[in-house]
């Protein structure tokens, strides 16, 4: 073994790894899932762990940077909202908040959980 090769190992040693449990039921569905799973890792010749890795990551390619739509951030004093923006907040602006007459918690199909409801001002 040469010295490069020993140092390597040294280094794989001294790498800490992180264990994730991961669980299925023995509903039919999961359990199918999971032979669906191995069926492909075998014939893949793929460890579990390189499984999962490649499963993470494509999930996360595929999901970020997260909703394409315009950030929240973008709408400040400084810049003016859209037409489009500004025809949704009309309403709002030309209203009042009252307290939500049957404000049931954080669910309140009324208010959305905020407390208050928007009324049309006179």
């Known amino acids: 073994m040469s010295l490069i090769n020993k140092?390597?190992?040294?280094?794989?040693?001294?790498?800490?790894?992180?264990?994730?449990?991961?669980?299925?039921?023995?509903?039919?569905?999961?359990?199918?899932?999971?032979?669906?799973?191995?069926?492909?890792?075998?014939?893949?010749?793929?460890?579990?762990?390189?499984?999962?890795?490649?499963?993470?990551?494509?999930?996360?390619?595929?999901?970020?940077?997260?909703?394409?739509?315009?950030?929240?951030?973008h709408w400040t004093e400084n810049e003016p909202l859209s037409p489009a923006a500004q025809e949704k907040l009309s309403p709002i602006q030309n209203s009042k908040q009252t307290p939500c007459p049957d404000h049931s918690g954080d669910r309140c199909r009324h208010c959305g959980g905020l407390g208050f409801v928007y009324e049309e001002a006179v």
């Open 7 to 73: 140092e390597r190992k040294k280094e794989r040693k001294k790498t800490e790894r992180v264990g994730l449990n991961f669980y299925l039921t023995n509903q039919e569905e999961d359990v199918e899932l999971l032979d669906r799973i191995e069926t492909l890792r075998h014939r893949d010749r793929w460890t579990f762990t390189r499984f999962m890795k490649e499963a993470c990551l494509e999930y996360v390619n595929r999901h970020l940077p997260g909703n394409p739509a315009l950030p929240l951030t």
